[in-house]
């Protein structure tokens, strides 16, 4: 944990909704919603599920490996809070589950990262109360 760390964090829209994910995280785990109707996993955190529109969701824990599906490699951050993190990489990582998720791919330099690579998520303990999910190549 970085006492003093100053970036923005997530702000999410719907708190309550996505509680579950955050605390998950905080735990170093993976979690995402799964219909229970249907059977698919739901990401973004949602009230309903986009495929059948049932409200029977539940947490589901995911394994964190995937493969990195795009990148790109930040150069000038929207955000000056990033500036010192320059270059980074912006990832979309496709889990093994199936669902895609944008984070950052970390412990990577930016020549070696590769489209399909496998990959596992990290957690970043930020403060207290938030930890990211990111990711980096897989086995280290
Ligand atoms: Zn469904």
């Excluded at 529109?53 to 490996?65: C, F, I, N, Q, V």
Aim: charged share 25%; with cysteine.
């Amino acid at each position: 944990m970085v006492a003093e760390y100053s970036k923005p964090l997530p702000n999410p829209l719907h708190r309550e909704t996505s509680r579950p994910f955050w605390e998950a995280a905080r735990r170093h785990e993976l979690s995402m919603q799964r219909c229970t109707a249907c059977g698919r996993l739901v990401w973004y955190p949602r009230e309903l599920c986009p495929f059948c529109l049932s409200s029977a969701l539940e947490w589901a824990r995911l394994s964190g490996r995937g493969r990195l599906h795009s990148y790109t490699v930040i150069h000038q951050p929207a955000n000056p809070a990033f500036q010192g993190d320059v270059p980074y990489i912006y990832a979309i990582v496709e889990l093994e589950e199936g669902p895609r998720i944008v984070s950052n791919l970390v412990e990577c330099a930016p020549e070696q990262a590769r489209i399909d690579m496998a990959l596992e998520a990290v957690y970043d303990d930020v403060t207290a109360e938030v930890t990211l999910v990111k990711f980096r190549p897989a086995g280290q």
